[in-house]
């Protein structure tokens, strides 16, 4: 069966310092990676996703970046965290184009990041 | 420009009554559509789906009904369980990067 890991669950940084969240994906080969953000009440806002290794699309300009180094790894980045960007960060996959793809995805556990 | 609407944000239903959760959307290229649910401080899980070459889906409890020339889905929840409070996401797609809407917060009281 397929898992998705992501870490940290919680965070709290200050303005100003970098970051990285990091998911990871088990049971599957080259599934779609997506990473989404839940600012309070809002809807699921995509942010990045990725059909394959060094292959990234990005849905909104920001401060933020992704990379997928490996298959199943897939890492959301910036060097200058700003208030804005405090949220929960989710983490998804779906199968692969060609897997007998369906649209559904599959969503990790979350990240919280506050930023002070 | 929000292309998939959920126009409650709450809904309040009695346990063992049904609920039922509407979404709009306008772009007429999406044709698969899907139904999350999350509860707080965890990620949405995969609920119910449905392609737009049908007009009913139904699996156990759940049943979600598309009305393809109104742009319009619901999902009914017959009866309702304390259990299945929480947000519900509807989202469409016409790829693999689907639009979501921004969630109906249901609670089943009992």
């Known amino acids: 069966s397929q898992t998705i890991h992501q870490w940290p669950a919680t965070l709290v940084q200050p303005v100003g310092s970098p970051l990285s969240l990091e998911c990871t994906v088990e049971?599957?080969?080259?599934?779609?990676l997506y990473w989404y953000r839940q600012a309070a009440g809002r809807g699921l806002q995509l942010l990045f996703y990725?059909?394959?290794?060094g292959q990234i699309s990005s849905e909104v300009p920001q401060n933020l970046s992704a990379s997928r180094p490996q298959d199943r790894q897939f890492i959301l980045s910036s060097k200058k965290l700003l208030l804005s960007d405090s949220g929960f960060y989710l983490c998804?996959?779906?199968w692969g184009f060609g897997q007998g793809a369906s649209y559904e995805q599959y969503f990790g556990p979350g990240t919280r990041l506050t930023v002070t | 420009d929000q292309q998939v609407k959920q126009n409650s944000p709450s809904l309040s239903v009695q346990e063992g009554r049904i609920s039922i959760l509407n979404c709009d959307y306008t772009n007429s290229m999406f044709d698969y559509f899907l139904w999350y649910k999350k509860y707080p401080a965890e990620g949405p899980t995969f609920l119910i789906s449905?392609?737009?070459?049908?007009d009913k889906n139904e699996d156990g409890r759940f049943t979600v009904f598309l009305n393809k020339s109104a742009k319009h889905l619901s999902l009914h929840i017959v009866p309702s369980q304390p259990g299945d409070s929480a947000v519900y996401f509807c989202?469409?797609?016409?790829?693999?990067?689907?639009?979501f809407g921004r969630g109906t917060s249901l609670i089943v009281h009992p």
């Open positions: 449905i392609s737009s070459i049908k």
């Open positions: 989202a469409a797609s016409g790829s693999y990067i689907p639009t």
């Open positions: 990725s059909v394959g290794i």
């Open positions: 998804a996959w779906s």
């Open positions: 049971g599957t080969s080259n599934p779609n």
